[in-house]
């Protein structure tokens, strides 16, 4: 099997998955111990816990604490509905990921930001006047654009609102969004396991919490924390820190490579302002399931992950201004650091042989 769906998920890197052995637990090891116990074995499983915290902090700017959660998705609840906005406007981009769509929707709704054909929020876009809220995300998972959420930032500051930016896409890729208030991300993007995230939130912003129990994580996100997730999760993290610059040369010219293969498919989104481990693009006339049934040893994508099989078109092609065929001829091809590159090549060379067979 060839993996080329790194926006679903993650391969798993080996540092992290050395770092959960221990914390995994047998009886033959204290490392299955609750981190919140008092005693020496919870102590040890608590600095476990504590390295891995300022390992994921290493994400993030200085200034602000790390809550861990189960994924990007309860870091966006708990960031959406434990904000005090006082009635004030919720505003997001039109391709947002469902967990802000969703949880908007569940509030009441917002205000809708649109985005251009080549899939990115104007600077200068307009804010709603009662703006209390702008939830923008840094890289998109379906067609890898890179929004200026800094600058963004700074329009809802000045307008007295948060910054809240999904940064599951872009975390451990690039640098991280200086101006944002809060910051969700999801350990198995960033080559961590799965069942672990995190939302960085800036010091002196106050958050209600979404779950209540114990009072964990400062009393923002009760539950008891797995160790060995969190070990898993601070790996992942020190190791982007010190590889982003070259897993991203090393993605850019994956990426050259995949240019020249597929010249004669159509990109979606912007060229330069993008991730370019995220290829997203279309052939008129293209039957995409029967593309993927024929090429069943190469994972590829439809769509984003979370929208494959629901028969809809995707909300993000729809967004940039592509017509419902034209969405449903569109294929999603992501790659990144254990893509081997002669790998990559043939099963590129493999997808645009298969097309062709379709006579598109």
């Known amino acids: 099997m060839i993996y080329l769906d790194y926006?679903?998920?993650?391969?798993?890197?080996?540092?992290?998955?050395?770092?959960?052995?221990?914390?995994?637990?047998?009886?033959?090891?204290?490392?299955?111990?609750?981190?919140?116990?008092?005693?020496?074995?919870?102590?040890?499983?608590?600095?476990?816990?504590?390295?891995?915290?300022?390992q994921v902090a290493g994400l993030f700017p200085p200034g602000g604490q790390v809550i861990f959660t189960s994924g990007a998705t309860e870091a966006i609840n708990l960031a959406i509905k434990g904000a005090a906005l006082n009635g004030r406007v919720i505003a997001h981009s039109?391709?947002?990921h469902s967990a802000v769509l969703d949880t908007v929707a569940a509030l009441g709704g917002g205000h809708v930001l649109p985005v251009g054909a080549d899939g990115l929020v104007a600077e200068d876009v307009a804010l709603p006047g009662n703006l209390g809220l702008l939830a923008v995300m840094q890289v998109n998972n379906?067609?890898?654009?890179v929004q200026p959420v800094d600058a963004l930032a700074a329009r809802a500051h000045a307008m007295g609102a948060l910054m809240l930016v999904d940064g599951v896409q872009g975390a451990g890729k690039m640098p991280p969004p200086l101006q944002a208030d809060m910051i969700a991300v999801s350990a198995h993007k960033i080559y961590g396991p799965k069942g672990i995230g995190a939302l960085w939130v800036r010091d002196g912003l106050d958050l209600s919490p979404l779950l209540h129990g114990g009072g964990q994580?400062?009393?923002?996100?009760?539950?008891?924390?797995?160790?060995?997730?969190?070990?898993?999760?601070?790996?992942?993290?020190?190791?982007?820190?010190?590889?982003?610059?070259?897993?991203?040369q090393y993605v850019d010219n994956l990426w050259k490579t995949a240019r020249a293969i597929l010249h004669r498919w159509t990109l979606n989104g912007d060229e330069a302002h993008r991730w370019h481990g995220n290829?997203?693009?279309?052939?008129?006339?293209?039957?995409?399931?029967?593309?993927?049934?024929?090429?069943?040893?190469?994972?590829?994508?439809?769509?984003?992950?979370?929208?494959?099989?629901?028969?809809?078109?995707?909300?993000?092609?729809?967004?940039?201004?592509?017509?419902?065929?034209?969405?449903?001829?569109?294929?999603?091809?992501?790659?990144?650091?254990y893509t081997e590159p002669g790998e990559f090549a043939e099963a590129l060379q493999r997808i645009d042989a298969a097309a062709a067979l379709q006579g598109v």
């Open 7 to 54: 926006q679903a998920t993650t391969p798993l890197a080996p540092q992290a998955r050395e770092a959960m052995l221990h914390w995994l637990g047998g009886p033959e090891t204290t490392g299955f111990a609750n981190p919140h116990s008092p005693h020496r074995p919870g102590r040890g499983a608590a600095a476990a816990v504590a390295v891995a915290r300022d």
């Open 94 to 96: 039109a391709i947002e």
């Open 142 to 145: 379906e067609i890898g654009t």
């Open 217 to 248: 994580e400062g009393g923002l996100r009760s539950g008891t924390l797995s160790p060995a997730l969190c070990a898993g999760f601070g790996a992942a993290a020190a190791l982007c820190q010190t590889s982003w610059e070259s897993d991203g």
């Open 279 to 337: 290829l997203n693009l279309r052939l008129d006339g293209l039957d995409v399931a029967r593309l993927m049934s024929d090429l069943r040893d190469i994972a590829f994508s439809a769509g984003s992950a979370c929208a494959s099989g629901s028969g809809r078109p995707s909300h993000v092609l729809s967004a940039i201004g592509l017509t419902p065929s034209q969405a449903k001829t569109s294929i999603r091809i992501g790659f990144g650091r």
